[in-house]
Each structure stands twice: as C-alpha cells, then as structure tokens.
C-alpha cells in the first residue's frame, strides 16, 4: 500500500520541497559529519529533550551541565546514565552509547572530564548494563543522589 507520504515523497519537486522544510527546521543536523559521530547522536536522539546546550527544562528534564558527574562518581549512578529511558531505548549500538556517554561528559561536564576521575564508558559496559534490564528509574535516582550526597560530605 502506497502512502501519502510516499506519494509526495515520489514526486521530485514535492520531495525537493519537504528536504528543502527539513533542513529549515532541523538545521542542527547537518552540522554533524557522519550519523556515527556522538555530536550527531546527541542532535538526533537527546537535544530534543535536553535542549542544543544540554540545559533541559527545569522540574521536567535534567539538566546535563555540570551534573553528569554527580551520577558517574558512583558505580551505581554509571549504571543509572545508561539505563534512563532515552539511552536504555536509544536506536544505537552498546559502542555508539559508549562513545555518546564520553561525548556528553567531555561536552557538559568539563571539569570532570579533565579532572582525572572520569573513567570513560566502553561498548562493552554499555551492553552488560542494558543487559540487566529496567529497573525503576525514580527510585533509583532518588538512591544514587543520597549517595552521591553522602559520598561528597
């Protein structure tokens, strides 16, 4: 079955015009080089949530400036980074997560790339974690930032 989409999509001047929309309204994804790059990752599948500065949206999405370290001090909160939703869910491979991970550190959490602690994620860490499966994130947060907490008095 033919879809409408597909239809305009067949019509070379209709499919000039809807690539011509795209790249008006997601100019952001081509400033990437390749779809493997972890930049490319970010824009496709967490910018649109935690904001192009990584921002997010205060009470609704975290912020990932100068917070991601508060998580991966602790081997439970290196756990918890890769098992939120939207990296638990992400249409990546374990390295491409990996390499997203160490991106999103060097690129929001600064200091602590450089400060000597960070231990960057391997693919294969990535895949042993998603292998445990879900676990409940809310609670599990509420855990690691008492620790986290706990660890730093």
Same mark, same amino acid.
Request: proline content about 5%.
């Given at each position: 079955m033919i879809t409408g989409f597909h239809r305009l999509a067949g019509n070379t001047s209709t499919g000039? *015009? !809807?690539?011509c929309i795209c790249i008006l309204l997601f100019p952001s994804l081509l400033q990437a080089k390749s779809s493997s790059e972890p930049s490319y990752n970010y824009k &496709?599948?967490?910018q649109g949530c935690h904001l192009p500065d990584g921002t997010g949206v &205060?009470?609704?999405v975290?912020? &990932?400036v100068n917070n991601l370290s508060r998580y991966i001090k602790i081997p439970e909160g290196r756990e918890f980074i890769v098992q939120v939703p939207g990296v638990m869910h992400a249409l990546l491979t374990d390295a491409e997560v990996a390499e997203l991970l160490n !991106? &999103? *550190?060097k690129n929001f959490d600064y200091q602590f790339y450089v400060g000597g602690e960070f231990l960057p994620y391997s693919g294969k860490e990535v895949t042993n974690i998603r292998a445990k499966g879900? *676990?409940?994130i809310v609670a599990k947060k509420k855990s690691i930032l008492k620790s986290s907490y706990d660890f730093e008095n």
């Open positions: 000039c *015009v !809807w690539t &496709l599948f967490c &205060l009470g609704e975290p912020s &990932l !991106w &999103l *550190v879900y *676990v409940d």
